[in-house]
């Protein structure tokens, strides 16, 4: 995978993040903080954990510094998420333009909580922050149809042809 493969990942990923925030935002304040199912319960708890593994996977591959995980409290509305998630684009976008292919394997090491140490690559990282991503943005389209919203259709192959 390449720095340019990388970019065209995130590139996908912010287009369908906006369509799913998009309809995230319509959603009456009861709905969006309702807890439904799933890992996290509600539109919100899941969208900002989304946005806090995003920000702290940028963070350990040496972009913009998030510092504690995000809570869920502190963004009782969509818009407050949206703001908070487009500042975090710009710095991704901004980290990614400058990323080479040989930063790709540039090994970062981390820990989860006060666990054991890991090591992996930054393009491993970024990998696994899209995929996680990908994850959870179809977790929140199941929690808005739950809700009797639909989100659309943010298949990766829908962005790939311009029908977004």
Known sequence: MTAADIRALYDYTYWANG??????????PEQFTKDVAGSYGSVRNTLVHMLSAEWGWLDRCGGATRGPALKADDYPTATSIVDRW????????????????????????????????HVRTVGQLLQHAFVHGVHHRGQVAVLLRALGHVPGNVDILFFAEGKG
Request: glycine share 4%; net charge neutral; proline share 5%.
């Open 86 to 117: 487009t500042a975090v684009e710009r710095s991704m976008r901004e980290f990614l333009a400058r990323l080479s292919d040989a930063d790709l394997d540039r090994r970062v090491e981390f820990a989860f909580g006060s666990g054991p140490s």
């Open 19 to 28: 369509q799913i925030l998009a309809v995230a935002a319509k959603l009456p």
